[in-house]
Nanobody, 121 residues
Framework: QVQLVESGGGLVQAGGSLRLSCAASGVIYSIDLMAWYRQAPGKQRELVARITSTGSTNYADSVKGRFTLSRDNAKNTMYMQMNGLKPEDTAVYYC???????????????WGQGTQVTVTS
């Protein structure tokens, strides 16, 4: 099964930057789509951004122009550079892989444990 490990969260002042990483491990042959979701206290989990294996990206309107996704396919790792952080970006950020070709077939809907991002005003 695909294991996802996020890192890079932390505490930052408004206007600051953080870089999140999501590393996928296991016997992985290919991953097409990787995504970041976030969940703030009392709110539903929401899609932040996603990236395909060819580098195509989509961003939520709330983060466009501030967050940038990249990916290292050889390392099965995704990065999200977050600039111009705002207090409303405070949330637990989760990595998601909807579908992965692995040594045991296809793994669906893998999630990481989450990393906390806190932005103070």
């Amino acid at each position: 099964q695909v294991q996802l490990v996020e890192s890079g969260g932390g505490l930052v002042q408004a206007g600051g930057s953080l870089r999140l990483s999501c590393a996928a491990s296991g016997v992985i042959y290919s991953i097409d789509l990787m995504a970041w979701y976030r969940q703030a206290p009392g709110k539903q989990r929401e899609l932040v951004a996603r990236i395909t294996s060819t580098g195509s990206t989509n961003y939520a309107d709330s983060v466009k122009g501030r967050f940038t996704l990249s990916r290292d396919n050889a390392k099965n790792t995704m990065y999200m550079q977050m600039n111009g952080l705002k207090p409303e970006d405070t949330a637990v950020y989760y990595c998601n892989v909807p579908r992965a070709h692995t040594g045991r077939g296809i793994d669906f809907d893998s999630w990481g444990q989450g990393t906390q991002v806190t932005v103070t005003s």
